[in-house]
């Protein structure tokens, strides 16, 4: 590779960095190089595995409009691509009585919109679904347009497509070195040294090694999170076609998907794993983690417990708030951040989207005022921190 110059240079190449290089191709074309640490796919951050969920239904108005959105962007790739990356299950959000995440405040963010849903007691649930056991406290608001993002597929989409577009794709290229002078950036990666006008950086788990070569160093807590997947001895009640995805919205907060990837369904829990960091984490298994999703699928699944096919591990990097940093350093405009608080895969391809228009243009049409960089929470002595989205 010859050229060492770019206007664009994205820094991380999972989730949203392989969206930023695809959105950025789109307009620029060979002025963008994607940089990765590790080989592109690798297992070592939030990206990977077969599926991860997308969906409406949140707690604030704001996610939602995000939302609609990221549905029109990965259609926008579908159709670039010519492969399918959401598949539409329906979703239910089960709330038993007393939940730490009240129904009520995700049926009023998409009544806000005037997104249609519907609302369940427990033996509804049940008739629709017989997987489910239910005490009679329960309720479930269920929305059609829920499904899954095929996670590892829509990385190689975004990527191909980069490439196709012209632009320069390079992994095992770690950074050792970052500096800015006036409009020029340069980066020191793999032993090589390249400049660009522009750089974004999405790279999750070590978003704070990046920044720091700006002088930042922003709240950020780093966890190992686990999934399931068991081979139900009743597969075909867990196909797309028959099985939603699904969230329990309460502490603990478990989720789960049908089978998609692997021959069985998914189960996890959000923020149940121990802190860690992005060069002491492990890929070793949590005994304490995997009982309690294990419990909860005994208890409220039984028919889709089986045999455990696999588990998998991941970090989520999250704010002390849980909100997305999406925004451009306030020192350095020509620096874009991107940071996905473990639970931003169902809109990473909109977020590349908005990280190219920042880089391009300088802002973004959406509203990205819930994200900034420098609200104080990212720099507080010691942040109030609220995981439960």
Known sequence: M????FQHLVLGLGGIGSAAAYWLARQAGGDVLGLEQFALGHVRGGSQDHSRIIRLSYHEPHYVNLAKEAYRAWAAVEADSGEQLVYKTGGLDLSPAGSRLPLRDYSNSLTALNIPFELLDAAEIMYRWPQWKLPDHVTALYQTESGLVAAAKSNAAHQKMALAYGATLRDNAPVTNIQAAGNEITVVAGGETYTCEKLVIASGAWSNQLLAHFGHKINL??????????????????????????????????????????????????????????????????????????????????????????????????????????????????????????????????????????????QSEFDLAPFQFSRPILFAENPVKEFMV
């Open 2 to 5: 010859s050229k060492r110059a």
């Open 221 to 362: 807590t780093v966890t190992q999170e686990q999934v399931t997947y068991y081979a139900s001895p009743h597969l075909a009640d867990f196909s797309l076609e028959r099985f939603p995805i699904w969230i329990w919205l309460d502490e603990p907060c478990y989720y789960g998907f049908p089978a998609f990837g692997e021959a069985g369904p998914k189960i996890a829990q959000d923020v149940g794993g121990q802190e860690t960091t992005a060069e002491s984490r492990t890929f070793e298994i949590d005994p304490a983690a995997f009982q309690r999703t294990d419990t909860f699928l005994r208890q409220h699944l039984p028919t889709a417990h089986g045999p455990i096919i696999t588990a998998k591990t991941c970090l989520y990097t999250m704010p002390p708030d849980r909100d997305f940093v999406l925004d451009t350093l306030p020192d350095h405009p020509n620096v874009a951040v991107a940071i996905g608080a473990g639970h931003a895969f169902k809109f990473a391809s909109l977020l590349g989207k908005i990280l190219s228009q920042l880089a391009i243009a300088g």
